[in-house]
C-alpha cells in the first residue's frame, strides 16, 4: 500500500504546489518587477530599448507596477504596446496594462502616416488626368481613435487555446476634398459631401503552447507563447463605389514569456489598415515587420538572500 499512498502524496504535493502559482504569485512568475531590474533589447533594425523597473505608482485609487524605458520614445506611430506597457496590474484574474491612451495615440500616428501616402497618391492621380493649372486639389482627412482602458496581456493563471478579448479599438476617419486655387470651373457641380469610415478593431489574445527560444541573452525553457490575433470591421456613412469596403488589414503579435524574466522575444506582422482599402490593382498595402529581441538582462531578487537573473554584459 505504500507505494500507492507515495505516489498519490507526489501528485498531491506537485498539484498544490501549482496552485500556489495563483494571481499575483503566478503572474510575478512571468512578469517580475522588482527595483533595479532592466532588460535589454534589440529591434529589428538593431536599435537597443532597455526596460526598468520603476517603483510602484498609484492612480485613481489603483495601484499599479511601472516600466520606464530609454530611450524615450520619439514616434507614437513605433510604440509597441503589447511589448513596452509603461503601467500595469498583476490581479487575480488578470495581468493588464493601463493602455487607453497610449494605444491611441499610437493607432492616431499610423492611420495618418497611411493617410499622407493615400493623400499624395490622390493627389499625383488628379494631376496625371490633367488638372490645370493654379488648382490644388487635395484629400483632406480627420482621424478620432478611441481604445478601451486596459490591454489585458494575460489571464491569471493562464489556460492554453483557450482566446480572450485583449482591447478593442474604435476609428472614425472623415475622408474630403479640398479645392483651393481658381473653382470657377467647379462652379454648378454638386458638392462632394465628406465620406465616414467606421473601423472596429478587436483584438483577442491566446496562450498556444510552450516553447525554448533562444535569444542573444541565452536560452529559455518552458516560455509561454502568446499570440494576438485583431480582426477589424469598418462600414461607410455612404455607399461606396464597387459595393462594401473591402476587409482592412490585420496583424498577428507573438510574445514568448519566460519564467522568472518574462518577455524575452516579441515578434508582429501588421498590413496597414487605411491602405488596404485601396484596389489592389492599384496599390498593395504594405506588409510591416517588428521584432523585439532580449539581449541582456538582470532580475534582482524579490527577498534578501534569494539569488539574481543572469546579467551577460
Known amino acids: ?35 533595479g531590474s532592466y532588460w535589454g533589447y ?30 524615450a520614445l520619439d514616434d507614437w506611430a513605433d510604440y509597441l504596446y503589447h511589448a513596452a506597457p509603461y503601467y500595469y496590474l498583476v490581479g487575480d484574474e488578470w495581468v493588464a496594462s493601463l493602455a487607453g491612451e497610449y494605444v491611441k495615440n499610437a493607432f492616431t500616428a499610423r492611420i495618418t502616416e497611411e493617410l499622407e501616402i493615400l493623400r499624395a497618391m490622390a493627389e499625383q492621380e488628379m494631376r496625371q488626368q490633367g488638372m ?25 493563471p493562464a489556460t492554453f487555446n483557450e482566446e480572450w478579448d485583449a482591447t478593442q479599438i474604435n476609428i472614425e476617419l472623415t475622408l474630403g476634398i479640398d479645392i483651393q486655387g481658381d473653382t470657377a470651373m467647379f462652379q454648378g457641380m454638386e458638392e462632394t459631401p465628406d465620406l465616414k469610415l467606421y473601423f472596429t478593431i478587436v483584438e483577442t489574445g491566446n496562450v498556444t503552447e510552450t516553447e525554448t527560444v533562444e535569444t542573444a541573452a541565452g536560452t529559455f525553457e518552458d516560455c509561454l507563447k502568446i499570440e494576438y490575433r485583431t480582426k477589424t470591421t469598418v462600414t461607410a456613412s455612404e455607399p461606396m463605389e464597387g459595393g462594401p469596403p473591402p476587409v482592412p488589414g490585420e496583424a498577428v503579435t507573438t510574445l514568448w514569456l519566460a519564467p522568472n524574466v518574462g518577455i524575452v522575444k516579441f515578434a508582429q506582422e501588421s498590413q496597414a489598415v487605411v491602405l488596404t482599402l485601396m484596389p489592389p490593382a492599384e496599390f498593395q498595402a504594405p506588409i510591416t515587420e517588428r521584432s523585439l529581441e532580449l539581449t541582456q538582462y538582470e532580475i534582482k531578487p524579490t527577498h534578501i538572500g534569494e539569488p539574481s537573473g543572469s546579467d551577460n554584459e
Open 42 to 71: 534589440e529591434d529589428e533594425n538593431g536599435d537597443e530599448l532597455t526596460r526598468y523597473a520603476a517603483e510602484p505608482e498609484e492612480v485613481d485609487g489603483e495601484t499599479y507596477r511601472v516600466f520606464r524605458y530609454e530611450p
Open 1 to 35: 500500500m505504500r507505494k500507492p499512498f507515495c505516489f498519490l502524496l507526489s501528485a498531491l504535493l506537485i498539484f498544490t504546489s501549482s496552485a500556489t502559482l495563483m494571481g499575483n504569485e503566478w503572474a510575478n512568475y512571468y512578469f517580475p518587477d522588482t527595483l
Open 132 to 156: 490645370p493649372p493654379g488648382v490644388h486639389i487635395s484629400l483632406s482627412y480627420d482621424v478620432s481613435v478611441e481604445a478601451q482602458d486596459y490591454f489585458y496581456l494575460l489571464p491569471t
